[in-house]
């Protein structure tokens, strides 16, 4: 069983930045792929960004990109989402979740196996 954990979520005003960071529980944490979700009220998750099990690979929500970067530090069991130009809609809890790599970057929930906890950013005007 692996277990993530979300940090670094906050208070933000519009167009500032925040970097989120989700810490696994695995030694094998290279060969999964990661990506971060989110969820605004009323909604339901949505992809924001995936990346591979070496970093080589990412993609990212058309809403995002730009704006936002996934990247990842295996010897440290750690993927991050920097996220700048905050919008009042990028305002969401925000999941991370892990899957064994499969030769393909995983958008839909139902992919991941593993989830985090989950993580509030709210954005202000």
């Known amino acids: 069983q692996v277990q993530l954990v979300e940090s670094g979520g906050g208070l933000v005003q519009a167009g500032g930045s925040l970097r989120l960071s989700c810490a696994a529980s695995?030694?094998?944490?290279?060969?999964?792929?990661m990506g971060w979700f989110r969820q605004a009220p009323g909604k339901e998750r949505e992809f924001v960004a995936a990346?591979?099990?070496?970093?080589?690979?990412?993609d990212y929500a058309d809403s995002v990109k730009g704006r936002f970067t996934i990247y990842r530090e295996n010897a440290k069991n750690t993927v991050y989402l920097q996220m700048n130009s905050l919008k009042l809609e990028d305002t969401a809890v925000y999941y991370c979740?892990?899957?064994?790599?499969?030769?393909?970057?995983?958008?839909?929930?139902?992919?991941?196996?593993?989830w985090g906890q989950g993580t509030q950013v709210t954005v202000s005007s």
């Open positions: 990346i591979s099990w070496s970093g080589g690979s990412t």
């Open positions: 979740a892990g899957r064994v790599w499969v030769g393909v970057l995983p958008k839909n929930t139902p992919e991941y196996d593993y």
């Open positions: 695995t030694r094998t944490f290279r060969v999964y792929s």
